[in-house]
């Protein structure tokens, strides 16, 4: 099946730096990738589309220039999150589908803790 | 706008007594109703996709079935390993790709 790798798992950062999250499809292409919020208790909320080899699609209220998304290739896709503050301590959980109606994969989230 | 409603949050089960939850959506189309489980300190990892009102899938003790307001997850003779977060999401027809979800309803079984 789809395999969605994220990479960190875990991140502890100071207020002011930078962070990147990597998504990867393991097994398959994906022109489309998302990326996904959680807060505890709280349903997945969708940040942005990662397009390969454009522009990201952001969501209304999500910061375009604090959280910078690359889709380079079809297997890789990267979440920036920069000047990061303590308010951005957060799950953030990437996916990908393989083919257009099939369900999404998701990988298994980076849980970030700013200080 | 597109909004998913599960109940109940949380619900605690025996082992081996059966129970239902319960997905309500409103979409301006329906293209698809997807079941996820969710472990702690986890992504969600997929069970089910449904597409059209009488439909229903079955896995293990999982069932989910949909009508064209809501889903339900029938959950049969659980044991201590189902215990997770369910989560509901749908994907509206003629828009974005991406998924919207409900809160999920936190499952604990108890040996």
């Known amino acids: 099946g789809a395999v969605v790798s994220q990479h960190p798992s875990r991140v502890i950062c100071k207020s002011g730096t930078s962070v990147k999250i990597e998504c990867r499809s393991l097994?398959?292409?994906?022109?489309?990738m998302f990326w996904y919020r959680q807060f505890p208790k709280k349903s997945l909320m969708l940040m942005a589309t990662?397009?390969?080899?454009?522009?990201?699609?952001?969501e209304q209220g999500v910061e375009k220039d604090k959280f910078l998304i690359n889709h380079a290739s079809l297997t890789l896709s990267t979440l920036t999150v920069t000047s990061a503050h303590p308010e951005d301590s957060s799950f953030y959980i990437c996916?990908?589908?393989?083919?257009?109606?099939?369900?999404?994969?998701f990988g298994n989230g980076t849980r970030l803790t700013v200080t | 706008e597109d909004q998913v409603t599960q109940s109940p949050e949380a619900l605690r089960l025996q082992e081996g007594e059966s129970s239902s939850l319960n997905c309500s959506y409103t979409?301006?189309?329906?293209?698809?109703l997807f079941w996820y489980r969710q472990d702690p300190g986890k992504g969600p990892e997929f069970l089910f996709t449904?597409?059209?009102a009488g439909e229903e899938k079955e896995k293990e003790r999982l069932k989910a079935t949909l009508t064209k307001k809501e889903s339900f997850l029938h959950i049969t003779a659980p044991k201590p390993e189902d215990s997770a977060t369910y989560l509901c999401?749908?994907?509206?027809?003629?828009?974005?790709?991406?998924?919207?979800f409900g809160k999920g309803t936190h499952l604990i079984i108890q040996p």
């Open positions: 979409v301006s189309g329906l293209r698809g």
């Open positions: 097994d398959f292409q994906a022109t489309t």
């Open positions: 449904l597409y059209s």
């Open positions: 999401a749908v994907q509206a027809s003629g828009g974005a790709d991406g998924l919207t």
């Open positions: 996916s990908a589908r393989d083919l257009r109606d099939s369900p999404l994969h």
């Open positions: 990662s397009n390969e080899g454009s522009k990201a699609t952001y």
